[in-house]
């Protein structure tokens, strides 16, 4: 019930808001006339604040702002402009110029921003890239609970509140006087007072108007709804001036928003002055050193921070893990450099560190060792140089070889070859024990090999058992190491023919099977080829090999008795003499079965294969019968490999091969039937070879004539006509037509051109099915003016000569 009639009171107060100002709204008892957009983002921002202090969602007060009268249009517009306030988007400007933001709280901030740029010049000064991210700008939280010791000044707003049984809400400003006004309870001062002190007040003040306060009936709550402005001065940052931040800023904000100390500002130093005293020293290294914040202090107005020139700084570099510009207060030594630095890297050397310094005249350099690091007191402009760690080992000793655990070990005063071993767990089955090598460096670093006796070692031989020294590195042989890795040669008809390794018994079986077996023409024969080894050279004895000849069973790739290879022994399997797979030709066109046929025999003709097609059809054309041969790569790599003697420019032979392999992919055989018939014995009756196609092309009347004339057409055959009745019946040649170099195709392939005899031209046959080709003329380069004038200037002279010699 009381939560009812907080909320009947809360919208009471609100939907009048734009009529009056908040603190005369409680009056309102009629909600049913009120325009949310007549309302003002201060208004919506008040009734945010009602419903925090009530703690109530603007859903669970829905009800009773219908019930008043309130329409749901309204109402919804009312919670739109509500959730709007909450994400931020009240009291937005645009970009730039913004002045102020409210947080989840509803605690308004003035916002104050500052684009930060690189410092290259500062980089190498350690705490440079404090000021240089954006993202770190020590910005007071305003979502954090007001601290109890924040002191009120004129601009800050305070949202008082009374709840209970009697009911009040409103947001009042400190004014320049350092008072708030509150109605009905009359001036409070605050200024200067902190939040704590000044909410005890207010709440007595309030208690004497508002009696359930009095007696405990009603509740009073006092916050900070608006944080006020201070003015601040900066200087000796990179942006010095005056800045109006907020109230809780603190000085690592304000050195943010300055861009930090400048290019000769102290890091260590920094005086946060108020009220012209220094009232405290900033030294930032305790921060980026140890996280300590104690020097974050809060700001107050008219503080003035200074940043004062640093008095020295040193320069670290070389395996530290943060190398750069280090500024140093008095006293203080290289260890505490060292910290700052983030002590050395893994590969450091410790021992000693380098140090340029400075006199007055010149420089001088200063070896510091490691017990002089927390005494000794760094110079301005010292320059430290840590150096790597050598690379080399105090107590580092090796063995490899034939033992189970070959690697590096540590090395200690005394240890001898039989230890080692015992380190690395032993020697290996393959471990030669006659002798054992180790290569030792010298004191002037050469190196030097002593031989041991390793049979003696494993023996107890205390005198064999030599001691080793740092660096020492031990080598074990194995007898794998001086045996030669042979091997055996197998070809012919097996399945993967190749080079194998020799082991000891290796039998012809073992290998054949080894191989993957015989293949399916493998013969019986098999030939081994065996090396001569002798100490006595024979010149008489022309063999270079001992030839082996064995039989094996083929079937089961078994011999009857199993044969011992050796070392470098070839094995030659043959192929059956008679072993050959069916192969095919084509017969395509006018035959009366046309398909593919199995040749019969090895020289299997022409003639042949057409009658088991069953000859020719009534429609062959018996001058048009011609074989197609595929052209083989063995025919490219001929023509590839032969030298045809053209300069360097010349293409023509790559022409050639680039046709063959892309464009003829047949070579053509024209065929005479009529002869062949006549004459089973002609030339025409060629034998023929696998994947040939016989085509026998059917009957046509028509001559194709194509290329360079005016109309590429096909015209009826007539026997008594020549070349040129076609050529005229298609227009004649056209300008780029050559046709005196006309040809004509014959359906059976062949081909012939026109020739001439002194003024007489011979033109080819024309027959049927044939085509007439034109080809184009060549392009001829004129001579141009100064050639013609060359030309002339020649002819003069050589007429000037003669008629000069018959003088």
């Given at each position: 019930?009381?939560?009812?009639?907080?909320?009947?009171?809360?919208?009471?107060?609100?939907?009048?808001?734009?009529?009056?100002?908040?603190?005369?709204?409680?009056?309102?008892?009629?909600?049913?006339?009120?325009?949310?957009?007549?309302?003002?983002?201060?208004?919506?921002?008040?009734?945010?604040?009602?419903?925090?202090?009530?703690?109530?969602?603007i859903?669970?007060?829905?009800?009773?702002?219908?019930?008043?009268?309130?329409?749901a249009?309204e109402?919804?517009?009312?919670?739109?402009?509500?959730?709007?306030?909450?994400?931020?988007?009240l009291?937005?400007?645009?970009?730039?110029?913004?002045?102020?933001?409210?947080?989840?709280?509803g605690?308004?901030?003035?916002?104050?921003?500052?684009?930060k740029?690189?410092?290259?010049?500062?980089?190498?000064?350690?705490?440079?890239?404090?000021?240089d991210?954006?993202?770190?700008?020590?910005?007071?939280?305003?979502?954090?609970?007001?601290?109890?010791?924040?002191i009120?000044?004129?601009?800050?707003?305070?949202?008082?509140?009374?709840?209970?049984?009697?009911?009040?809400?409103?947001?009042?400003?400190?004014?320049?006087?350092?008072?708030?006004?509150?109605?009905?309870?009359?001036?409070?001062?605050?200024?200067?007072?902190?939040?704590?002190?000044?909410?005890?007040?207010i709440?007595?003040?309030?208690?004497?108007?508002?009696?359930?306060?009095?007696?405990?009936?009603?509740?009073?709550?006092?916050?900070?709804?608006?944080?006020?402005?201070?003015?601040?001065?900066?200087?000796?940052?990179?942006?010095?001036?005056?800045?109006?931040?907020?109230s809780?800023?603190?000085?690592?904000n304000?050195?943010?928003l300055?861009?930090?100390?400048?290019?000769?500002?102290?890091?260590?130093?920094?005086?946060?002055?108020?009220?012209?005293?220094?009232?405290?020293?900033?030294?930032?290294?305790?921060?980026?050193?140890?996280?300590?914040?104690?020097?974050?202090?809060?700001?107050?107005?008219?503080?003035?921070?200074?940043?004062?020139?640093?008095?020295?700084?040193?320069?670290?570099?070389?395996?530290?893990?943060?190398?750069?510009?280090?500024?140093?207060?008095?006293?203080?030594?290289?260890?505490?450099?060292?910290?700052?630095?983030?002590?050395?890297?893994?590969?450091?050397?410790?021992?000693?560190?380098?140090?340029?310094?400075?006199?007055?005249?010149?420089?001088?350099v200063?070896?510091?060792s490691?017990?002089?690091?927390?005494?000794?007191?760094?110079?301005?402009?010292?320059?430290?140089?840590?150096?790597?760690?050598?690379?080399?080992?105090?107590?580092r000793?090796?063995?490899?070889?034939?033992?189970?655990?070959?690697?590096?070990?540590?090395?200690?005063?005394?240890?001898?070859v039989?230890?080692?071993?015992?380190?690395?767990?032993g020697?290996?089955?393959?471990?030669?024990?006659?002798?054992?090598?180790?290569?030792?460096?010298?004191?002037?670093?050469?190196t030097?090999?002593?031989?041991?006796?390793?049979?003696?070692?494993?023996?107890?031989?205390?005198?064999?058992?030599?001691?080793?020294?740092r660096?020492?590195?031990?080598?074990?042989?194995?007898?794998?190491?001086?045996?030669?890795?042979?091997?055996?040669?197998?070809?012919?008809?097996?399945?993967?023919?190749?080079?194998?390794?020799?082991?000891?018994?290796?039998?012809?079986?073992?290998?054949?099977?080894?191989?993957?077996g015989?293949?399916?023409?493998?013969?019986?024969?098999?030939?081994?080829?065996?090396?001569?080894?002798?100490?006595?050279?024979?010149?008489?004895?022309?063999?270079?090999?001992?030839?082996?000849?064995?039989?094996?069973?083929?079937?089961?790739?078994?011999?009857?008795?199993?044969?011992?290879?050796?070392?470098?022994?070839?094995?030659?399997?043959?192929?059956?003499?008679?072993?050959?797979?069916?192969?095919?030709?084509?017969?395509?066109?006018?035959?009366?079965?046309?398909?593919?046929?199995?040749?019969?025999?090895?020289?299997?003709?022409?003639?042949?294969?057409?009658?088991?097609?069953?000859?020719?059809?009534?429609?062959?054309?018996?001058?048009?019968?011609?074989?197609?041969?595929?052209?083989?790569?063995?025919?490219?790599?001929?023509?590839?490999?032969?030298?045809?003697?053209?300069?360097?420019?010349?293409?023509?032979?790559?022409?050639?091969?680039?046709?063959?392999?892309?464009?003829?992919k047949?070579?053509?055989?024209?065929?005479?039937?009529?002869?062949?018939?006549?004459?089973?014995?002609?030339?025409?009756?060629?034998?023929?070879?696998?994947?040939?196609?016989?085509?026998v092309?059917?009957?046509?009347?028509?001559?194709?004539?194509?290329?360079?004339?005016?109309?590429?057409?096909?015209?009826?055959?007539?026997?008594?006509?020549?070349?040129?009745?076609?050529?005229?019946?298609?227009?004649?040649?056209?300008s780029?037509?050559?046709?005196?170099?006309?040809?004509?195709?014959?359906?059976n392939?062949?081909?012939?051109?026109t020739?001439?005899?002194?003024?007489?031209?011979?033109?080819?046959?024309?027959?049927?099915?044939?085509?007439?080709?034109?080809?184009?003329?060549?392009?001829?380069?004129?001579?141009?003016?100064?050639?013609w004038?060359?030309?002339?200037?020649?002819f003069?002279?050589?007429?000037?000569?003669?008629?000069?010699?018959?003088?």
């Amino acid at each position: 019930m009381k939560n009812i009639t907080v909320v009947f009171l809360f919208f009471f107060t609100l939907l009048l808001s734009y009529h009056s100002h908040a603190q005369d709204i409680l009056k309102s008892s009629d909600l049913s006339t009120v325009k949310v957009a007549n309302l003002s983002d201060a208004d919506i921002a008040k009734i945010k604040a009602q419903l925090q202090s009530n703690h109530m969602t603007i859903e669970q007060a829905e009800p009773m702002a219908l019930s008043k009268g309130m329409s749901a249009a309204e109402f919804a517009k009312l919670k739109e402009r509500l959730n709007s306030l909450s994400t931020g988007s009240l009291n937005n400007k645009a970009a730039g110029n913004t002045t102020g933001k409210t947080n989840n709280s509803g605690r308004v901030l003035d916002k104050i921003a500052n684009n930060k740029v690189k410092d290259s010049v500062n980089a190498m000064i350690f705490g440079s890239e404090l000021f240089d991210n954006p993202t770190l700008n020590f910005e007071p939280d305003s979502n954090l609970a007001t601290p109890v010791n924040y002191i009120l000044g004129p601009g800050d707003e305070l949202q008082v509140s009374v709840y209970g049984v009697q009911e009040y809400n409103a947001s009042i400003p400190v004014s320049v006087e350092g008072k708030i006004s509150i109605q009905y309870v009359g001036e409070i001062a605050v200024s200067g007072m902190s939040i704590e002190a000044a909410t005890q007040k207010i709440k007595a003040a309030i208690a004497r108007v508002y009696s359930t306060v009095a007696s405990g009936q009603s509740q009073v709550s006092v916050s900070l709804s608006r944080i006020r402005t201070i003015s601040i001065t900066i200087v000796g940052g990179k942006q010095p001036g005056n800045y109006s931040i907020s109230s809780l800023a603190t000085v690592y904000n304000a050195l943010h928003l300055a861009g930090g100390p400048g290019k000769n500002g102290s890091y260590r130093n920094i005086e946060l002055i108020r009220n012209n005293k220094v009232y405290k020293y900033v030294d930032i290294y305790r921060f980026l050193v140890k996280g300590d914040q104690s020097d974050n202090v809060t700001l107050k107005e008219n503080d003035v921070i200074r940043i004062p020139v640093y008095t020295q700084r040193v320069t670290v570099t070389g395996e530290v893990k943060r190398p750069g510009i280090f500024e140093m207060k008095k006293g203080e030594t290289f260890s505490d450099l060292l910290r700052f630095a983030s002590g050395f890297n893994e590969f450091a050397y410790t021992a000693s560190v380098n140090v340029t310094q400075k006199t007055g005249k010149e420089f001088k350099v200063k070896d510091i060792s490691e017990k002089e690091f927390s005494s000794y007191q760094p110079q301005a402009g010292d320059v430290f140089r840590i150096t790597k760690i050598l690379n080399r080992f105090e107590n580092r000793i090796k063995i490899e070889g034939a033992v189970f655990r070959p690697d590096y070990y540590s090395y200690s005063e005394g240890m001898r070859v039989s230890d080692l071993i015992q380190r690395a767990e032993g020697l290996k089955e393959d471990a030669y024990t006659k002798r054992a090598r180790i290569i030792r460096l010298q004191s002037d670093l050469t190196t030097e090999i002593v031989t041991v006796d390793l049979a003696a070692v494993l023996a107890g031989d205390r005198t064999a058992d030599i001691a080793l020294k740092r660096e020492d590195e031990v080598t074990i042989y194995s007898v794998l190491d001086f045996k030669e890795d042979y091997k055996v040669t197998i070809d012919g008809e097996v399945k993967n023919p190749g080079e194998y390794d020799y082991v000891d018994n290796l039998s012809l079986n073992d290998l054949i099977v080894q191989v993957g077996g015989l293949t399916g023409s493998a013969s019986k024969r098999v030939e081994i080829a065996r090396m001569i080894k002798s100490d006595e050279r024979d010149d008489n004895d022309p063999k270079r090999v001992e030839l082996i000849a064995l039989e094996i069973t083929a079937d089961n790739n078994e011999q009857a008795k199993n044969f011992v290879l050796q070392p470098f022994d070839v094995i030659n399997i043959r192929r059956m003499a008679v072993y050959e797979k069916p192969q095919m030709v084509k017969v395509s066109g006018a035959v009366v079965y046309p398909g593919k046929y199995v040749l019969a025999n090895k020289k299997e003709s022409v003639y042949n294969v057409v009658m088991r097609a069953g000859g020719l059809t009534s429609v062959a054309n018996i001058e048009g019968m011609k074989i197609l041969r595929p052209i083989k790569q063995e025919q490219i790599d001929d023509i590839e490999s032969i030298d045809l003697n053209l300069s360097k420019n010349d293409t023509l032979k790559e022409k050639l091969t680039k046709k063959l392999k892309e464009e003829a992919k047949f070579a053509v055989i024209p065929l005479d039937w009529e002869k062949i018939e006549k004459n089973k014995e002609h030339y025409s009756n060629v034998t023929l070879f696998p994947e040939d196609e016989i085509v026998v092309s059917t009957f046509n009347e028509g001559v194709k004539v194509s290329g360079n004339v005016l109309l590429n057409s096909e015209i009826p055959y007539r026997k008594s006509k020549g070349l040129n009745y076609y050529l005229n019946a298609v227009g004649g040649v056209n300008s780029k037509g050559w046709k005196k170099k006309a040809y004509v195709i014959y359906p059976n392939g062949k081909a012939d051109v026109t020739s001439s005899f002194l003024f007489f031209k011979s033109y080819p046959k024309v027959t049927p099915d044939s085509q007439i080709v034109v080809p184009e003329k060549p392009e001829r380069k004129r001579m141009s003016t100064g050639e013609w004038v060359s030309i002339g200037s020649v002819f003069s002279s050589l007429a000037l000569l003669i008629i000069t010699a018959f003088k």
